[in-house]
């Protein structure tokens, strides 16, 4: 897979600060985390863990996509 994506929500009131090995659009409510250049695929069977940073709690969140 070439390219990808994850969606995820976030609770009402928390906005995104800072993540790793993804870029995320935009900061709050619906966020869309795509590839980053170094990261832009995931083989069959792979997976690619991203994480981020809410402003509010300061516990990082993480995510993984797989394929």
Known sequence: MN???LIFTLPAGQTI????NANYSPTSVQVTARNVTH???IAPGASVSTASRP???ATPVSRRRSR
């Not at 600060?17 to 790793?20: H, L, R, V």
């Open 55 to 57: 402003a509010t709690p």
């Open 39 to 41: 990261n832009p695929g």
């Open 3 to 5: 390219g990808w994506s």
């Open 17 to 20: 600060t800072s993540g790793w």
